[in-house]
């Protein structure tokens, strides 16, 4: 329902749900009348609502299109925390704001500048600081580059860029995806100097990433705010992390540009300790759009929503608001787990993105991430800080079984999805995308399992807790190595050596906890644990010793719904090694049945025809592993022998053949 809120700033109409609560909208309203939730009065006719009632029940009663009056209770003054003086006002987040179009190109080779094509006309403003570009920033592969900060008008159109003065135009001097024109301009200009500048509007208009103006027009104005020296995390200009400022806006002295960089050293670098693999950190993040126009937020991790007279119910940025734990290393934000990878607690960094860069969880286009690393929480075993005993030995495991869960969850969609249809074109890249998450989940589990055992190794305790809980670490490590290698799809390629490696590892792993698991009179260890050796088996192409260990829990267990579906699978990888074993069959019949149609000798031909059309009519081969191999050719070849009854064998086959592609063709 709709409702009227009466502010002290103002009016705004705002949706609510009926079974919200007074408490909820204060949440929201405290930004506009900055005091705590429980300092604001929120009243409907003359009556205070009761805060943890629904709205539209008794005793609030509030109805569509009321009019609540919200305002602070009397005596009650400015919470600091929410005060302009203390914060920046809230900023709203432009979620909205979509990558800018790209143009259609009509020049896909970067041009290659020509005389006359930057022309710089006049000075309009002096700069404050003389720099140099160096020439090894500019190459195509190098791990530093230069950043430039740039205020940009169309003189002819009296354009701006950006739009709004608290932004800047971010451009990489000799990024291959933007035009060549911007780097020479750069060049040009000192710090904090303003110029007129004449351009090529031919050279200007390659922009394929939209990442500078590209007005039709030749005279601009160009101001050089600053220049940054920055880190190229790929060395493809891809993935830009800012290192060193050479200027800042406003900063007129030697003396003003040496006491900022010490700040943003302080920012940027932060404490000594560093992030390792899995360490979890607090952070702040925030996404902003990269474009001429403007770098606005368009998302955060400070995001809340607030009641703001004029807009009504919009999403904004809370510098009071907690941070945020991520894990560095598992990849689920890795934009963000880059930057913190580089910052001590208290540090600042930016990484500038380019639309393919680092896609996962992201917008789409190019942005700039923000990451303020606020603390760690290196717990790294036994005798480190942040070390809590049992408790931490736990969570690791606990964290483990939560990948295992996603990555096992996955691998049972793949293979439902396998049973039931077909790979077509249009399935096979989304397949590959759950493959991929298999892997990278179940790789997170594996390297949870194994610092959880590193753990328990240095704490070098012996009680039956402990080798309990080892011998869970264990088992569920060998579960996620075989799920991090496990191949999907149909007609996979042959185990490498690392997943031979793995299995083989696994396998040892699963046979000690057996061996403790009976020694320790564990049922349930004992039954998870055969459990995972048959996932294992199977992986392994070990028949036998799966149809053993599928026997053993069935008289365990024979309740168990999940044995009858390790059953279809044991089925499966029998009838698939037997086709496999079937194409390795008629690649002998098919060398033989050639050597008999050289010797002429019928009676050796024919008996091979036999054995094909046997093996054609029961399946026992793939019409892809015929295809492949050509065995129709050689069959066509039988036939011409003048021979009636090989003619007739070799009809037959081919018809079987035929039969095969039908066959396959309908997934069968």
């Not at 009227?4 to 103002?10: D, E, T, Y």
């Not at 094509?117 to 309009?124: A, F, G, N, P, Y």
């Not at 580059?145 to 932004?167: G, T």
């Not at 904004?316 to 734990?325: H, L």
Request: net charge negative; glycine share 8%.
């Amino acid at each position: 329902m709709q409702v009227k809120v009466v502010l002290p700033s103002g009016e705004v109409n705002v949706p609510v749900e009926p079974n919200s609560t007074p408490g909820h909208l204060k949440e929201n309203l405290k930004y506009s009348i900055r005091v705590p939730p429980k300092q604001i009065k929120l009243t409907c006719e003359g009556r205070e609502l009761d805060d943890i009632k629904p709205l539209a029940g008794e005793p609030n009663n509030v109805t569509d299109g009321a009019v609540l009056v919200a305002e602070r209770r009397e005596g009650v003054v400015e919470d600091e925390s929410l005060s302009a003086k203390s914060s920046p006002p809230p900023a709203m987040i432009r979620k909205e704001e979509p990558p800018k179009p790209k143009k259609p190109k009509k020049d896909v080779v970067r041009p290659t500048l020509s005389e006359g094509d930057v022309k710089k006309d006049k000075t309009l403003s002096p700069g404050h600081q003389g720099w140099a570009v160096k020439s090894a920033y500019l190459e195509a592969k190098s791990k530093k580059r230069h950043m430039a900060y740039l205020k940009i008008e169309n003189s002819e159109e009296k354009k701006a860029y950006p739009e709004h003065e608290d932004f800047s135009v971010v451009l990489a001097l000799g990024d291959p995806q933007c035009s060549p024109v911007w780097t020479a301009v750069v060049q040009q200009l000192e710090i904090g100097e303003r110029a007129t500048f004449t351009l090529s509007r031919k050279a200007l208009d390659f922009n394929p990433e939209s990442l500078a103006p590209d007005d039709f027009v030749s005279a601009w104005e160009v101001e050089l705010i600053r220049v940054v020296e920055v880190e190229d995390v790929a060395e493809d200009y891809q993935q830009l992390c800012p290192q060193l400022w050479y200027g800042h806006a406003g900063v007129g002295t030697v003396s003003g540009l040496t006491e900022l960089m010490r700040l943003l050293e302080i920012e940027i670098t932060g404490g000594k300790d560093r992030a390792e693999d899995l360490d979890a950190a607090a952070v702040h993040w925030r996404v902003r759009r990269w474009m001429p126009e403007g770098t606005f937020c368009i998302a955060s991790s400070r995001e809340r929503i607030a009641i703001l007279p004029g807009y009504g119910l919009v999403p904004i940025e809370d510098q009071n608001a907690p941070p945020v734990s991520i894990a560095v290393g598992e990849g689920q934000q890795e934009a963000v787990e880059l930057i913190a990878a580089r910052l001590g607690p208290g540090g600042k960094g930016h990484l500038y993105l380019k639309s393919q860069a680092l896609k996962g969880n992201r917008p789409n286009g190019c942005v700039i991430m923000d990451v303020e690393l606020v603390a760690l929480d290196p717990c790294r075993g036994p005798g480190t800080p942040g070390w809590r005993g049992w408790q931490s030995l736990i969570n690791e495991r606990e964290t483990g079984d939560q990948w295992l869960d996603e990555a096992d969850g996955r691998r049972k969609q793949l293979e439902t999805f396998g049973t039931l249809r077909k790979s077509t074109e249009d399935s096979k890249g989304a397949e590959a995308h759950v493959a991929e998450q298999v892997h990278k989940f179940a790789y997170n589990a594996e390297r949870r399992y194994r610092r959880g055992l590193k753990w328990i190794e240095m704490d070098k305790k012996d009680d039956r807790k402990l080798q309990l809980e080892q011998a869970t670490l264990r088992m569920r490590l060998a579960k996620a190595m075989s799920l991090a290698h496990m191949r999907f799809g149909e007609n996979p390629e042959p185990a490498n050596e690392s997943e031979k490696a793995a299995l083989k590892e696994a396998r040892q792993l699963l046979a000690e906890v057996l061996k403790v698991s009976e020694e320790l009179k564990n049922d349930g260890v004992k039954y998870e644990c055969m459990k995972m050796n048959l996932q294992v088996c199977i992986q392994d192409e070990d028949v036998p010793e799966a149809r053993k260990v599928l026997s053993q829990l069935q008289e365990e267990r024979p309740d168990d719904e999940d044995l009858k579906s390790d059953n279809a699978r044991i089925n499966r990888l029998e009838n698939e090694l037997s086709l496999k074993k079937g194409a390795g069959t008629v690649e002998e019949l098919q060398k033989d049945l050639q050597q008999a149609v050289t010797a002429g000798d019928k009676p050796k031909v024919g008996e091979i025809l036999e054995a094909l059309l046997g093996m054609f009519k029961e399946s026992k081969v793939t019409y892809d592993a015929v295809k492949t191999c050509k065995v129709g050719k050689d069959v066509g070849n039988a036939m011409k022998m003048g021979d009636p009854d090989i003619a007739a064998l070799g009809r037959k086959a081919v018809g079987e053949i035929q039969a095969l592609a039908q066959r396959a063709a309908l997934g069968i």
